[in-house]
């Protein structure tokens, strides 16, 4: 089992920055990939970054690509998640997801077996 929890959500204005926090405890090592998903109100969840653990490969959305930045403490099995230039858009509930099986999609929320609990991002504009 591996455990996951989220911190670092909040209300920003239009243009500020956020780090989101997700420490994983527990069975770590069979982590493969560690991701960030968010979803809006009445709309599905979608992907925001992950990071290949083994090779601290990134991937991101299209969406966030340039403003948000993925990366990992490994001594403190936690990974980060900077959100820089935030926009009204990206306000959601922030996911972070643990994959413990080589080669899946880095992108689809099936592909993960472990989450956390969620944390809140408001942007006001």
């Known amino acids: 089992q591996v455990q996951l929890v989220e911190s670092g959500g909040g209300l920003v204005q239009g243009g500020g920055s956020l780090r989101l926090s997700c420490a994983a405890s527990?069975?770590?090592?069979?982590?493969?990939?560690m991701a960030w998903f968010r979803q809006a109100p009445g709309k599905e969840r979608n992907f925001v970054a992950a990071?290949?653990?083994?090779?601290?490969?990134?991937y991101y959305a299209d969406s966030v690509k340039g403003r948000f930045t993925i990366s990992r403490d490994v001594a403190a099995n936690t990974v980060y998640l900077q959100m820089n230039s935030l926009k009204p858009e990206d306000t959601a509930v922030y996911y972070c997801?643990?994959?413990?099986?080589?080669?899946?999609?880095?992108?689809?929320?099936?592909?993960?077996?472990?989450w956390g609990q969620g944390t809140q991002v408001t942007v006001s504009s």
């Open positions: 997801a643990a994959d413990t099986k080589y080669g899946r999609n880095y992108y689809a929320g099936a592909t993960y077996d472990y």
């Open positions: 527990g069975r770590t090592f069979s982590m493969y990939t």
């Open positions: 990071i290949r653990l083994s090779t601290s490969s990134t």
